[in-house]
């Protein structure tokens, strides 16, 4: 059994705190380890479990590789997608990849992002829904449906003899329905809330893809061929994969296929899809309230407070949600959190950089966070790690001040080399072609002061990098490719 990862998602529901460049699967949100790490550990359940195969954006190479570590987990493969076309042709370029390098075995799709409380019935339902994919079966991981819910699409399950014990088949796939409607399928008790967590074997989903949206087999098999090699890593073609329908798993096979069966599992599941959900699944004080960082209360009940650098403090308030970042604060009813994506595509429509990414901004040397803006200067608070550096690289339109903090800076401008400590600085004029790097083997900590007629990250022509992110000749001109 090879689980299949997908970690693409965007996570906008949970905004400002999950952002494109860092989505909510790499945040710590209800363990001191991230919802990505969470479900990497859980694995470690079922002995026949093989390393994981991994389909994440390459935006995010850097911040998964990371995490990976961080939990001791090599996968068989990270599949790097240029941009999303969702769960469909996500898990058939997975599967072509799987069959490519002769393992026909059995694919336990997950998303990155799922709580799972009780491992032990987590393990339970896998092991009746193994045995089913391994007839053929088609299996999807249904959650009783306890509580009428609006945001969760439903499935109505049948009993048939053909099937082992507890697995049933799916009669059909109901969108999201009205409160009435949900409150229906509660009281009936043959529907499931759909967790978007499958079983099957790989050869089986693709002879039903072929057969039931042959667009997405056919653009994924060419895609997967144009694609690049990086070691046991695979670099989706851009120009192949935008092309290929945009479609998810239920669509393009699930609701299609007569193979299609539910396994139930009551083990805590929560998709963590909303601030709301976020509450459900925290200890609360007396007064029903979740909280999280610099916070205090007065009269305030059953309300979310997520504070991650000011003090909060909410006075006779309930039902409400505020969460605090560097750069944005979001206050919401709790009723009305679904509308949090909505403000998303506002933000987006204006252009907001507060949608993309947040003021502290990872990369695989470390990470920089802005700490003041104006016309024509920015103040970066930068951080290398031991042994790391940054591509050599030169600015067409600022000049930038280094000012060391603590560590030691191997700094490179032009054909000289040198070393700064703390409380030394140096200066880099525009269009010199210079590098930062940490020699030492504690972090380094800079301040780097720009000033200049255009600050955009943009404004960057990079020569040479360790971490493959540039592909212009190795030589000091202008004709390098800015990235």
């Known amino acids: 059994m090879i689980p299949v990862i997908l970690s693409g998602g965007s996570g906008s529901r949970l905004w400002p705190l999950s952002r494109k460049m860092y989505p909510k699967q790499f945040l710590a949100l209800t363990s001191e380890k991230t919802l990505f790490q969470e479900t990497i550990?859980?694995?470690?359940?079922?002995?026949?479990?093989?390393?994981?195969?991994?389909?994440?954006?390459?935006?995010?190479?850097?911040?998964?590789?990371?995490?990976?570590?961080?939990?001791?987990?090599?996968?068989?493969?990270?599949?790097?997608?240029?941009?999303?076309?969702?769960?469909?042709?996500?898990?058939?370029?997975?599967?072509?990849?799987?069959?490519?390098?002769?393992?026909?075995?059995?694919?336990?799709?997950?998303?990155?992002?799922?709580?799972?409380?009780?491992?032990?019935?987590?393990?339970?339902?896998?092991?009746?829904?193994?045995?089913?994919?391994?007839?053929?079966?088609?299996?999807l991981f249904g959650i009783p449906a306890v509580r009428p819910e609006t945001?969760?699409?439903?499935?109505?399950?049948?009993?048939?003899?053909?099937?082992?014990?507890?697995?049933?088949?799916?009669?059909?796939?109901?969108?999201?329905p009205d409160a009435i409607r949900a409150t229906q399928y509660v009281e009936s008790g043959d529907y499931y809330w759909n967790s978007g967590i499958f079983i099957f074997r790989a050869s089986r989903f693709?002879?039903?893809?072929?057969?039931?949206?042959?667009?997405?087999?056919?653009?994924?098999?060419?895609?997967?061929?144009?694609?690049?090699?990086?070691?046991?890593?695979?670099?989706?073609?851009?120009?192949?994969?935008?092309?290929?329908?945009?479609?998810?798993?239920?669509y393009a096979v699930m609701e299609k296929t007569t193979r299609a069966c539910v396994v139930p599992m009551s083990a805590g599941w929560n998709d963590v899809g909303s601030w709301s959900a976020i509450w459900d699944v925290h200890d609360k004080d007396s007064e029903g309230n979740v909280t999280k960082g610099d916070v205090v209360l007065h009269e305030a009940r059953n309300c979310l407070v997520h504070s991650t650098n000011k003090l909060v403090s909410l006075i006779g308030i309930e039902d409400v949600v505020v969460v605090e970042t560097k750069d944005a604060v979001m206050i919401a009813h709790k009723d009305r959190v679904q509308d949090v994506k909505k403000l998303v595509n506002k933000l987006e429509e204006q252009g907001r950089q507060e949608v993309k990414s947040h003021l502290e901004v990872f990369r695989p040397w470390g990470s920089y966070d802005s700490v003041d803006m104006g016309q024509r200067f920015q103040v970066k608070r930068i951080t290398v790690k031991p042994g790391a550096q940054l591509s050599l690289q030169m600015h067409h339109h600022r000049a930038e001040h280094w000012i060391v903090v603590s560590g030691t800076a191997q700094v490179t401008c032009d054909d000289k080399t040198f070393l700064l400590t703390e409380n030394q600085s140096t200066y880099l004029p525009m269009t010199s072609v210079h590098r930062l790097a940490n020699p030492g083997k504690v972090p380094l900590e800079i301040i780097e002061v720009q000033s200049g007629g255009y600050l955009g990250e943009d404004d960057i022509v990079r020569y040479e990098d360790v971490y493959g992110r540039v592909d212009a000749p190795q030589t000091k001109s202008t004709n390098a490719v800015a990235r």
């Open 41 to 139: 550990s859980r694995l470690a359940c079922e002995e026949r479990m093989q390393q994981p195969l991994i389909v994440c954006n390459i935006e995010h190479r850097y911040i998964v590789e990371e995490q990976l570590k961080a939990v001791k987990c090599k996968p068989q493969s990270l599949i790097m997608e240029p941009f999303g076309r969702n769960t469909a042709p996500a898990v058939a370029i997975a599967a072509m990849k799987l069959l490519a390098d002769g393992k026909d075995e059995l694919m336990l799709v997950l998303p990155a992002d799922h709580v799972i409380e009780d491992i032990d019935a987590f393990k339970a339902s896998l092991n009746s829904a193994t045995e089913a994919a391994e007839k053929g079966e088609m299996v």
């Open 151 to 176: 945001g969760y699409g439903y499935i109505k399950a049948t009993h048939s003899a053909n099937l082992p014990e507890g697995v049933n088949h799916v009669e059909r796939f109901v969108e999201k």
């Open 206 to 250: 693709l002879e039903e893809l072929k057969l039931h949206d042959p667009d997405i087999y056919d653009t994924c098999l060419l895609t997967l061929e144009r694609s690049q090699a990086d070691g046991d890593h695979i670099i989706i073609d851009r120009n192949s994969f935008a092309v290929c329908p945009d479609n998810s798993i239920d």
